[in-house]
């Protein structure tokens, strides 16, 4: 089961309204829609809430039982973006201030 329909069925099944729903977490319902139609997910801190409002294990929410779904692919995907993207940030930082010497002494 792909996370979105996860969350649905966890909240229907709680009579809860997306906006209900959004509200017991603190963000708009149109972020709750997003993560029920697999357009963005929620963060680590959101995902932990979530657990504990419909009183399941984290591994139960994000991995849906034993088997690696889309949504836990997709954490480890921008686990991976995030490093290369502050590796990159580093790397331009440092060639910046190697750079920067050289044109200030002219």
């Known amino acids: 089961m792909e996370f979105g329909e996860k969350i649905k069925e966890l909240r229907t099944k709680n009579q809860l309204t997306q906006e209900k729903f959004a509200i017991r977490l603190n963000v708009t319902r ?3 829609s997003n993560w029920e139609n697999n357009r963005n997910l929620p963060d680590l801190e959101l995902l932990i809430l ?3 409002i419909f009183y399941i294990s984290l591994d139960e929410l994000i991995l849906g039982g034993s088997n690696v779904n889309n949504m836990t692919e997709n954490l480890i995907k921008d686990g ?3 490093r290369r993207a502050k590796l990159n940030m580093i790397t331009t930082l440092i060639g910046s201030f190697l750079v920067l010497p050289v044109f200030s002494s002219k």
Request: charged letters at 10%.
């Open 30 to 32: 149109q972020a709750v």
């Open 50 to 52: 979530i657990s504990s």
């Open 80 to 82: 991976s973006k995030t």
